[in-house]
């Protein structure tokens, strides 16, 4: 009889933070070390990152601490972020959090995005491993949707969440792709204005959380990912073209993982790259190490920025910034794969269909579609019924690139009428000057449960028409369709209550 094998022991949470607990200790001062134990003793604090494609955070967020019972505090190196002091009404609850006009994120990964210091023209940027997105839309943020960012996970199983965050933040000079991260240097050398490598890692980061809770890491799991990060690093490294930079992060203080491949990098490339000072962008200390026991590591790795949990009270987090000085021959060269958009069934709307679209926004919702397009730098695409905001940058840069998904979905033809899509109201919405629907007081929360409205007056030959939603102080609220004397729901199923 073949014996059956033993399986390995259920480590709980609380003994795999011990054990990476135990494992850094040696890492900090005694006295760092009890700072660090009381501030794990606190709950982690909350915060969200507005969305300036949207709304204007100075005049936003004294509305909602007043309407939602919030108390909030500025998180200094990020002019969007804020810190949840107390809040009344749950982060997630609003319909303002469902609309994409704000994000619910730990400090500490705000910090990556804003170490860029994005050149002046429109820039080509690559998020390498951007699920679940939300250092994409700071990107996309910090950018106002200019140039072209270009999101990439390899893991498919993960995109659906990707897609879902950048569709709800509302850019359209995006797209996502799913290749390994390998390729990127080999495929577009000497490309990008900036990359942010945001790298898969062990997650020790001292803070168990629902969606990123500690497990017990084996030396063989730190030393593999180890390996990648330095190889995924050096495709970031790659893809920048001279003079753009790399931001390379990780929500994990294993020193393997962090300054041990910096370090490797540093000695493969020398003076050719510079590991940017970044120490006084925070308001006390974080440096890097340069030294691990009795290994001295390259001086400019102290250059980094490890964010331990006691700092900043955020998660544990680190993250450095490297600019590329120079070109260099890399190796494996080769095309980057190419599909024919057109034989998948996509393609530029007629000329016709596109001046009858305008026609129709600006009869139906007062949109000058001309002026809304030349401001975007966008193609319009069609596929079936569905119309398309693709951007102009893709086609000039990577056009072919298999993606899945590209821009914005602006809405759908039924029949002869154009529906405009949920998400592309919500980014665009003031561009709407006109079918818009007031909701009675009182009605806000039996709207949210995606119920319909009756009792609403009407002006004649309205039935069919789709109309944008607005609370009595012009905020909106989804879209709703006439039907004789009732008036339907149109909310998105995720953002009912």
């Known amino acids: ?56 955070p100075e005049q936003v967020l004294p509305q909602w601490e007043e309407r939602f019972g919030w108390k909030t505090s500025p998180i200094p190196y990020c002019n969007t972020g804020f810190w949840m002091e107390e809040a009344q009404t749950p982060l997630s609850r609003p319909l303002q959090y469902h609309f994409g006009q704000y994000y619910i994120q730990d400090a500490a990964s705000m910090l990556p995005v804003e170490l860029f210091d994005f050149p002046d023209h ?108 330095a190889r995924l690093l050096l495709s970031a490294l790659n893809a920048v073209r001279p003079g753009g930079e790399v931001v390379y992060a990780t929500c994990t203080l294993s020193p393997e993982e962090d300054e041990m491949v910096l370090d490797q990098i540093k000695r493969k490339f020398g003076s050719d790259i510079e590991i940017v000072d970044m120490t006084l962008r925070l308001s006390q200390p974080a440096p890097g190490f340069s030294t691990l026991g009795e290994m001295n590591l390259d001086p400019e790795v102290a250059n980094a920025l490890r964010i331990w949990p006691h700092l900043f009270h955020t998660s544990g987090f680190f993250c450095a910034k490297i600019r590329k000085l120079a070109s260099w021959s890399v190796e494996g060269v080769s095309p980057a794969p190419n599909r024919d958009m057109t034989a998948l069934g996509w393609r530029p709307v007629s000329v016709q269909l596109q001046q ?123 879209l709703g369709k006439v039907s004789g004397e009732r008036y339907r729901n149109l909310l998105p199923r995720r953002v009912l209550l």
């Open 122 to 229: 429109p820039p080509l940027v690559l998020d390498m491993a951007a699920s679940p997105g939300g250092k994409t839309t700071h990107i996309l943020s910090r950018l106002m949707d200019r140039g072209f960012v270009l999101a990439n996970d390899a893991s498919k199983s993960r995109l659906t969440a990707l897609q879902l965050v950048l569709q709800n933040w509302g850019a359209a000079n995006v797209g996502v792709t799913a290749f390994n991260g390998e390729s990127f240097g080999e495929w577009y050398p000497d490309t990008f204005d900036a990359v942010l490598l945001d790298s898969p890692c062990s997650m020790q980061n001292l803070r168990n959380t629902e969606s990123h809770p500690m497990r017990a890491i084996t030396d063989s799991e730190r030393q593999n990912l180890s390996g990648r990060q």
């Open 1 to 56: 009889m073949t014996k059956k094998k033993k399986k390995p022991p259920v480590i709980n949470k609380l003994d795999a933070l011990d054990l990476a607990l135990e494992q850094m200790r040696s890492l900090l001062t005694p006295m760092a070390f009890e700072a660090l134990l009381v501030e794990l003793q606190n709950p982690l604090r909350q915060a969200i990152r507005l969305n300036p494609l949207k709304v204007n």
């Open 356 to 478: 009858d679209l305008a026609a129709g926004l600006i009869e139906d919702y007062g949109l000058d579609f001309d002026a809304w397009q030349a401001s975007q730098q966008v193609r319009i695409y069609q596929y079936q019924e569905k119309i398309f905001a693709f951007p102009e940058n893709y086609f000039q840069h990577f056009d072919g690139l298999p993606v899945q998904m590209l821009g914005m979905l602006m809405g759908q033809y039924q029949g002869s009428q154009f529906i405009p899509e949920h998400d592309f109201v919500t980014r665009f919405f003031d561009w709407f000057k006109q079918g818009k629907q007031t909701l009675p007081a009182g009605l806000e929360n039996s709207w949210r449960r995606g119920e319909e409205i009756r009792g609403l007056n009407f002006q004649p030959g309205m039935a069919g028409k789709v109309l944008l939603t607005c609370n009595e102080v012009g905020e909106y609220m989804g």
